[in-house]
């Protein structure tokens, strides 16, 4: 875990109009900038970003945020990544915390593969375009194929000489640690030396979301039936087969612009399709898609359009994954190109456009054409049809959130007529294997609780509708008493006390619930309080860059709201209008004050019902002294509150 100090280190040198200006074109409106908002189509610019509270705001489509939000949202990095990529760019050193041995190990080891692995893809590079052999054998064959300079560069493709150990010599000569250059495939052990691994092939680096080398696929280029056609990085610290797809990295803004992404089998076709402008684009390397590159791909769009050659294996490759992306709530199309050809050759022979009409014509519904395929495979045998009949409701079943209940009964009523059966004992089979499941997850489910919608005043019956005011009314004074913590905490309250630990002396920790209802809130107090007991500074801007997502969304809504001050105080105060700063104390005041007010009327209610039950005359005394004592306390607040008033 990143340590608070490294976090605050790099939000103190954050510029919000730096980082997300590198994505948005931003002019300057008053003390805000003003751009077209990055994560919706729109002609009249509506995204704001304030340098003052460090925050952006869409009010086209509502998306706000912060800097890291901002990364988290437009990049797809995670809470961890954003600020890896920032404290990158700042020059930050990142302090951890709460790591074990082991792990501090297996960060050091990922960290010397990156480090290796960028040495080896500049080796590569230099090779092909510099070397003899790397411009007579290797470019020479893949601009043979088509492929431009300027492409190869972008993708950063090199060659692997065919000498026995040019890359191991270089490496060993530079330092590199022998144990991590054998963990990243880039070299192997024999006859007590070190050797290159991939001679004589074309190398592809394959990239992380962030742009970092991962590993490398590594192609051969002379036809040699003993040799396998690819090779690829073995599994180590930081290559993990199932969560890469070749060409993310270059893929990621395409797929999210046009809300689709393609999938494609080879390194090769990924790049030819880039060549041809067609940039959206992924490869699965060949191997059956998991939960963890279904999951990547989500993250950018819910439209998946698999491209595979029109061969069986190509067939059997795309319908592998199926459930899986089902169950992820994707889209999925299948498009198959014509037998002998590949995407790469087929952009090639056809072009660019005429390949983008071949794709969008082609489409084919996945799970129409799963069963077409197991029922010509079945052909006659009844006990094969029966066996698809359970497998294609299991899979028409894998639809199972609530919103997509038109397209499962879509679904339903298509199979039925493709295999002439009953609509209704198919939707009965469908639902079967529904509650299946839902039984599987019943103990998920019952650990989790959901928020209550809370419906709109105007749906509600009049009675209620004070209800729903008080509670409003309740909501918005504690979030007023949290701004009035995080605004002016550090200010000087009195001789040798601030305003925070003015605020936490008046609140009893093992009394706040009885004195705010949102836990969320109290989550803050509390760490709030934990850093400044560590000696921290925690102002809002210390929570804007809280890994808890809620809880910065949370300081975001708070930092928005209206903090005018009332009319009160104008009627008050003749002539100039103290600000906020100059009245803090009287908010700090007035907020605490109105949540001691709540939790008296709480422990009146509570006193009450103790005497309703009490039977014994003295504990009826106790009760009865104890009411009376509560409501003296209720009239002097009441009294208080009515000379401070905080809108």
Not at 404 to 411: C, L
Request: aromatic residues 10%; proline residues 2%; glycine residues 4%.
């Amino acid at each position: 875990m990143i340590s608070q100090a490294s976090i605050q280190q790099i939000q103190s040198r954050i510029d919000i109009i730096e980082i997300i200006g590198s994505f948005v074109k931003l002019k300057k409106r008053g003390t805000n900038y003003l751009g077209l908002c990055p994560f919706h189509n729109e002609k009249s610019p509506s995204f704001t970003v304030s340098p003052a509270k460090e925050i952006y705001k869409c009010f086209g489509c509502g998306k706000s945020g912060n800097s890291i939000g901002f990364l988290m949202e437009h990049e797809k990095y995670s809470y961890t990544e954003a600020l890896r990529w920032l404290a990158n760019k700042y020059n930050v050193e990142l302090e951890e915390t709460e790591t074990s041995p082991e792990f501090k190990i297996q960060q050091q080891a990922a960290d010397s593969l990156f480090i290796i692995n960028n040495f080896a893809r500049d080796f590569f590079a230099d090779k092909l375009f510099h070397s003899e052999e790397g411009q007579d054998i290797a470019l020479s064959y893949l601009k043979e194929r088509g492929f431009r300079e300027e492409i190869l560069k972008k993708f950063q493709i090199g060659f692997n000489p065919s000498g026995r150990d040019e890359l191991a010599t270089a490496a060993l000569a530079s330092q590199y640690n022998k144990e991590y250059l054998l963990k990243t495939g880039l070299v192997v052990q024999r006859d007590d030396r070190l050797a290159d691994n991939y001679r004589g092939r074309i190398i592809f680096p394959i990239h992380n979301q962030s742009g970092k080398i991962l590993g490398f696929g590594a192609r051969i280029i002379k036809t040699n039936d003993k040799a396998p056609k690819y090779i690829n990085t073995p599994e180590n610290e930081i290559y993990v087969k199932s969560k890469i797809l070749y060409g993310s990295y270059f893929a990621r803004m395409a797929i999210d612009k046009a809300d689709e992404c393609l999938l494609v089998e080879g390194y090769t076709d990924v790049v030819s399709l880039h060549q041809a402008g067609i940039e959206n684009v992924v490869a699965s390397g060949g191997t059956s898609l998991t939960i963890d590159q279904l999951r990547l791909i989500k993250k950018y769009t819910n439209n998946l359009t698999i491209i595979y050659d029109g061969d069986s294996a190509g067939v059997k490759a795309a319908l592998r994954g199926l459930d899986l992306a089902l169950e992820e709530n994707l889209n999925v199309k299948l498009v198959l190109i014509p037998d002998k050809e590949d995407p790469d050759s087929y952009v090639n022979k056809i072009g660019a456009e005429a390949f983008i009409q071949f794709v969008k014509a082609e489409k084919k519904d996945f799970i129409l054409f799963q069963l077409n395929i197991a029922l010509q495979e079945a052909g006659n045998d009844s006990v094969r049809k029966s066996a698809i009949v359970n497998q294609v409701a299991e899979t028409i079943s894998k639809i199972s959130k609530t919103e997509n209940f038109t397209q499962r009964q879509d679904y339903v009523k298509k199979v039925s007529e493709i295999l002439r059966i009953e609509e209704s004992g198919f939707n009965a089979l469908v639902n079967k294997f529904i509650r299946e499941k839902i039984s599987k997850d019943e103990n998920k489910a019952f650990h989790k609780v959901e928020t209550p919608v809370i419906p709109a005043a105007s749906e509600m019956p009049e009675e209620d509708r004070d209800v729903l005011a008080l509670f409003q009314k309740d909501r918005i004074h504690e979030e007023a008493m949290v701004r009035s913590l995080l605004e002016f905490g550090l200010k000087d309250w009195a001789e040798g006390q601030t305003v925070a630990t003015y605020m936490f002396s008046q609140m009893e920790e093992t009394e706040l619930d009885k004195m705010i209802d949102n836990p969320l809130l109290i989550d803050i107090i509390h760490t709030y309080k934990k850093w400044y007991e560590e000696g921290l500074q925690p102002t809002a801007r210390s929570f804007l860059y809280h890994e808890n997502q809620e809880m910065n969304s949370a300081i975001i809504h708070i930092m928005e709201v209206n903090t005018d001050i009332s009319h009160n105080w104008k009627e008050h105060y003749e002539g100039h209008i103290a600000t906020r700063d100059d009245l803090f104390k009287e908010e700090v005041f007035s907020t605490l004050n109105y949540l001691k007010l709540r939790k008296i009327k709480r422990l009146i209610d509570e006193n009450q019902s103790e005497l309703e039950k009490a039977t014994d005359p003295e504990e009826q005394l106790i009760c009865l002294q104890t009411h009376q004592h509560l409501k003296q306390m209720e009239i002097d607040l009441t009294r208080q509150l009515g000379t401070v008033i905080y809108k």
